[in-house]
C-alpha cells in the first residue's frame, strides 16, 4: 500500500531552527518532493529529492534516505512566514508523474 | 504574468446542480492535473492530461467529466453536485509529467455546496 506519515503540528520560534519528518511505503520509488503551503493559498515547490543525502537550498535543507523511506525537511533562521503547512509528497514507480500527498505538517512560528 | 490560473476562486452552490471551474497554464507545460483538499487538507489526485490526452484518472465519481480542450486548459465539470463535493480544487500543471518533473499550482477554487 501506499502510506504518508508526518506530525500533524509543530510550533518554533523566530530566529529556530526546525525539522520536519516525513516516512512513506509506496509502490515503487521516483523522488520526493516537498511543498509549501500558506493558509487560503496553493502549495509552492520547495524541494525535490531523488538519491539519498542532504539538498540545501538556502535556508531550506531536504534530507531523503531511500532504505529507511525517510525524508526531512529542515527550516533555518526561522521567519514569521515560514508559518505555514508543508507537504511530504513521493511519487511512486512509473512515469505519469502522480504525487501522493501526505496531510501535511502545519508549522506556528512565534516570536 | 500568472502561470497557472483558476476560475471562480469561490464557488457556492445548491446540492444537485451542475457547475465546471476552468484552468489555464501560460507556462507552456504539456502536462495538466486536477486535486481535491478536503477539509482535512489531504491533497489527492484526480485526473492527468498529457497533450490533450488523459494519462491519470483516479477512482473518483463519474459526475467528474475533464476535457481539455489544448494543452494550455484543462477544465473541471462537476454533474449533480453533492454535499461531499466540498473542498479546494486544484489546478496544476508540469512541463511532460514525467517522474521527475515539478509541478506548478493554481491559486484553487474553493467549492462549497450546500
Known amino acids: 500500500g501506499q502510506n504518508i506519515d508526518q506530525p500533524t503540528e509543530m510550533t518554533a520560534t523566530e530566529g529556530a531552527i526546525v525539522q520536519i519528518n516525513c516516512t512513506y511505503q509506496t509502490s515503487g520509488f521516483n523522488g520526493l518532493f516537498w511543498y509549501q503551503q500558506h493558509a487560503g493559498e496553493a502549495p509552492t515547490f520547495l524541494s525535490y529529492n531523488v538519491l539519498d543525502g542532504l539538498e540545501e537550498k538556502g535556508r531550506f535543507s531536504s534530507f531523503l534516505s531511500r532504505s529507511k523511506g525517510y525524508s526531512y525537511l529542515l527550516l533555518k533562521e526561522l521567519q514569521m512566514k515560514d508559518s505555514a503547512s508543508y507537504l511530504c509528497?513521493?511519487?511512486?514507480?512509473?512515469?505519469?508523474?502522480?504525487?501522493?500527498f501526505g496531510q501535511g505538517t502545519t508549522l506556528q512560528v512565534k516570536p | 504574468d500568472t502561470a497557472v490560473s483558476q476560475t471562480p476562486k469561490y464557488l457556492v452552490t445548491q446540492m444537485g446542480n451542475d457547475k465546471s471551474i476552468k484552468c489555464e497554464q501560460n507556462?507552456?507545460?504539456?502536462?495538466m492535473y486536477w486535486y481535491k483538499q478536503d477539509s482535512k487538507k489531504f491533497l489527492k489526485i484526480m485526473f492527468s492530461?498529457?497533450?490533450?490526452?488523459?494519462?491519470i484518472n483516479e477512482t473518483v465519481p463519474n459526475r467528474f467529466s475533464p476535457k481539455s480542450p489544448d494543452k494550455a486548459h484543462l477544465n473541471l465539470h462537476i454533474n449533480s453536485l453533492e454535499l461531499g463535493d466540498s473542498a479546494v480544487y486544484f489546478c496544476?500543471?508540469?512541463?511532460?509529467?514525467?517522474?521527475?518533473?515539478?509541478?506548478?499550482f493554481g491559486p484553487g477554487t474553493r467549492l462549497t455546496v450546500l
Open positions: 496544476a500543471s508540469s512541463p511532460e509529467g514525467g517522474a521527475y518533473d515539478t509541478q506548478y
Open positions: 507556462l507552456g507545460h504539456d502536462t
Open positions: 492530461y498529457n497533450n490533450k490526452e488523459l494519462i
Open positions: 509528497a513521493p511519487r511512486g514507480s512509473g512515469n505519469t508523474g502522480k504525487l501522493i
